[in-house]
């Protein structure tokens, strides 16, 4: 790379350069992106037609199953296309547009399960404003505000990491352009970066967890308060799909940004962890919804029932 600043690409290192395992892992995260992407598809379709699932929840529940395809769609492809060649690369300006839609979703998607469960806690905790406090109009702007916290959220650290100057070496030990192995390449002091992905974090994406974990507290006193066994298992199994999406999407994202970049941790761990957050998550979440909510799937077998007979 010599003296130069801006490199005209990256070279990736995936997880082997064994070729059977380059094969398997490619036929491997192939199925996961056909699975993901069909899923959520098929999910968006039915809340589409089906009138009856027009309501704040399922709403969400769409714009959670289009971030998971955009989130999926950002890093998957180009590694399927680096994992049948020699050379795994991508461009400077794809680098920053793959940073940049990443992060752009990953913390919408914080955001937008922060707004599901408030919608949960209104729905069981204030049942008779409802309709009122969850109407169009905030639905909509609660919506638009997840995105656009997303987006400011990734300019910041987009424009942040690319500031740096990158001349000692082109190559990301990662198999996607992230933060963390783009900032142990630069050649520039990072310790700015670092106190950022912190001071912006605590601001803007950690403040959704305990939002979280305040609204199934509350959510859980109301539902112990039931008289009835079934009355409480029928409440509560409506926010399983949701707090099960929340536990794989913190979970494995933690384990991966909550430490310093300069902390010495194994490579590798950090790409599984990141297939988890980036791949699993999103292929999982239309199973997690459709199998653990009722309408839903009832609307699903109607459906495809119809299609069937016709």
Not at 136 to 149: I, Q, T
Not at 198 to 226: D, E, N, Q
Not at 263 to 273: E, F, G, R, W
């Amino acid at each position: 790379m010599g003296n130069q600043t801006v490199p005209m690409e990256f070279i990736l290192n995936d997880f082997s350069v064994n070729p059977g395992l380059q094969i398997f892992t490619f036929i491997l995260f192939l199925v996961i992106y056909l699975a993901a992407s069909g899923g959520n598809i098929l999910i968006i379709l039915i809340i589409l037609h089906a009138p009856h699932l027009w309501t704040p929840m399922y709403f969400f529940v769409v714009n959670l199953g289009i971030l998971d395809m955009c989130y999926i769609s950002t890093t998957v492809p180009n590694f399927l296309k680096n994992s049948l060649s020699q050379r795994k690369t991508i461009s400077f300006i794809g680098c920053v547009i793959q940073l940049y839609v990443f992060l752009s979703m990953a913390a919408t998607e914080s955001t937008l399960l922060a707004v599901m469960s408030y919608d949960r806690y209104v729905a069981i905790c204030n049942p008779l404003h409802y309709h009122i406090i969850m109407n169009r109009k905030n639905c909509l702007y609660l919506a638009v505000s997840a995105w656009f916290n997303g987006t400011i959220y990734s300019i910041i650290h987009t424009t942040n990491t690319f500031r740096l100057q990158f001349c000692q070496s082109n190559v990301i030990d990662h198999f996607f352009c992230d933060i963390t192995p783009l900032l142990k390449i630069a050649c520039s002091n990072t310790k700015l970066n670092e106190i950022m992905i912190f001071g912006v974090g605590a601001v803007m994406i950690l403040p959704c967890f305990p939002l979280i974990i305040t609204s199934y507290i509350y959510i859980i006193k109301t539902v112990l308060r039931i008289p009835s066994a079934k009355g409480r298992s029928k409440t509560f199994s409506t926010c399983v799909s949701h707090l099960t999406t929340v536990g794989l999407f913190y979970l494995t994202g933690i384990s991966v940004y909550l430490h310093p970049v300069s902390t010495s941790t194994a490579v590798n761990q950090d790409k599984i962890s990141a297939v988890f957050y980036t791949m699993l998550v999103p292929m999982v979440n239309p199973i997690i919804y459709s199998l653990r909510n009722k309408e839903l799937k009832e609307a699903i077998l109607k459906r495809v029932f119809i299609k069937l007979i016709l």
